[in-house]
């Protein structure tokens, strides 16, 4: 299957600061790719569709100018956390579609990248 | 009410056994349907996508009920490596790409 990295995969930082994450698309490339967060013991929630060469579609809840996002090549997204707190700390994952991937009904499939954990003191 | 609800479990199932659990799903118009495996503290992966007609693969079988509009999931011989938080996760093809609606998960646990 087509694989996703994600850097850093576990950072701390004091609050205040701001963090970038970046995923990456290592084997195809991505016009699409997605950002969740997942809360101990919850569901993953998607909190906005990066789009490659256009502006990010965030979902309803979410601070764009919170959480800025920048797909600025076909296999690279990052997410930036800005003025981070602690209840920003979470799981961030990113996924991405290939959309050369051909297995019949799973043609949308996602792969997720291995998550990048924030931690903010 | 959410969207995509599982049973979040656990579900403690001696190795060898067989389990099943269920997803129910809100939305009529979703199209697609897949079932993942998340281990802890890791990103989910695929496990099998849910055909309408139903599927297995090796000791997994899928199902699919849109009148009732829930998908199941049956292990087979369970094995120890089996112990992972299974997600349900439901696609409507709202635009040319799609959203991913997640669950909860369900927490499979087998014991020796």
């Known amino acids: 299957g087509a694989v996703v990295s994600q850097h850093p995969s576990r950072v701390i930082c004091k609050s205040g600061t701001s963090v970038k994450i970046e995923c990456r698309s290592l084997?195809?490339?991505?016009?699409?790719m997605f950002w969740y967060r997942q809360f101990p013991k919850q569901s993953l929630m998607l909190m906005a569709t990066?789009?490659?060469?256009?502006?990010?579609?965030?979902e309803q809840g979410v601070e764009k100018d919170k959480f800025l996002i920048n797909h600025a090549s076909l296999t690279l997204s990052t997410l930036t956390v800005t003025s981070a707190h602690p209840e920003d700390s979470s799981f961030y994952i990113c996924?991405?579609?290939?959309?050369?991937?051909?297995?019949?009904?799973?043609?949308?499939?996602?792969?997720f990248g291995p998550g990048t954990r924030l931690t903010v003191l | 009410r959410k969207e995509v609800e599982q049973d979040p479990g656990p579900f403690n199932v001696p190795e060898g056994a067989t389990v099943a659990f269920n997803c129910t799903y809100s939305?009529?118009?979703?199209?697609?349907f897949f079932w993942y495996r998340q281990d802890c503290r890791k990103e989910p992966k695929l496990l099998m996508s849910?055909?309408?007609s139903g599927n297995e693969d090796g000791r997994f079988t899928a199902q699919l009920n849109r009148a009732s509009q829930y998908i199941s999931l049956l292990i087979r011989d369970s094995k120890l490596s089996d112990s992972a938080t299974y997600l349900c996760?439901?696609?409507?093809?709202?635009?040319?790409?799609?959203?991913?609606?997640f669950g909860a998960g369900t927490q499979v646990v087998v014991t020796p």
């Open positions: 990066s789009n490659e060469g256009s502006k990010a579609t965030y």
């Open positions: 084997d195809f490339q991505a016009t699409t």
């Open positions: 996924s991405a579609r290939d959309p050369t991937s051909g297995r019949g009904s799973s043609y949308n499939e996602q792969f």
């Open positions: 996760v439901v696609n409507w093809a709202t635009d040319s790409w799609g959203k991913f609606q």
């Open positions: 939305n009529s118009a979703s199209q697609s």
């Open positions: 849910v055909y309408s």
